[in-house]
């Protein structure tokens, strides 16, 4: 599937182009490991307790596969969409992680399940929240 855009309030443009900038700076192993890291334990705290090397080796050599929190929180911090945070969601049956705000949704990694490579829109079917 290729990427998927709604049209919903102006500067859901900037996020996009946000939202794909960070999409291509994981493919391109582009980010610092230790900000990815920073910005991961930021939103899941106990995360600073597991093998850090493994988590961000498993990144680089599988994304988007397994990658949805990660890029989520990183992306949390790099877009604006209004009181945005990673949320656990559903897409078709499948638990994922997706950044959550009150003017839109953006998901990076809806492609490891056969979804779009960038989304930017309201939560509509197969996502569930």
């Known amino acids: 599937m290729t990427e998927a855009f ?3 309030p102006p ?3 900037e996020v996009y182009r946000v939202a794909k900038e960070v999409r291509e700076g994981f493919e391109q192993r582009s980010f610092d490991p230790e ?6 334990c930021s939103w899941v705290p106990d995360a600073r307790h597991w093998d850090r090397g493994k988590f961000l080796d498993l990144a680089n050599t599988s994304f988007p596969l397994g990658c949805c929190g990660l890029a989520s929180a990183f992306l949390s911090k790099e877009v604006d969409v209004g009181y945005g945070q990673p949320e656990h969601i559903y897409y078709k ?5 997706v950044l959550l705000g009150d003017i839109a949704m953006v998901d990076i990694t809806a492609d490891q399940f056969g979804g779009p490579r960038i ?3 309201p939560m509509v079917d197969p996502w569930k929240g």
Do not use: D, Q
């Open 11 to 13: 500067n859901i443009k």
């Open 119 to 121: 989304y930017v829109g």
């Open 93 to 97: 049956s499948y638990p994922h992680t």
């Open 35 to 40: 900000v990815v890291w920073a910005r991961y």
């Open 6 to 8: 709604k049209i919903v």
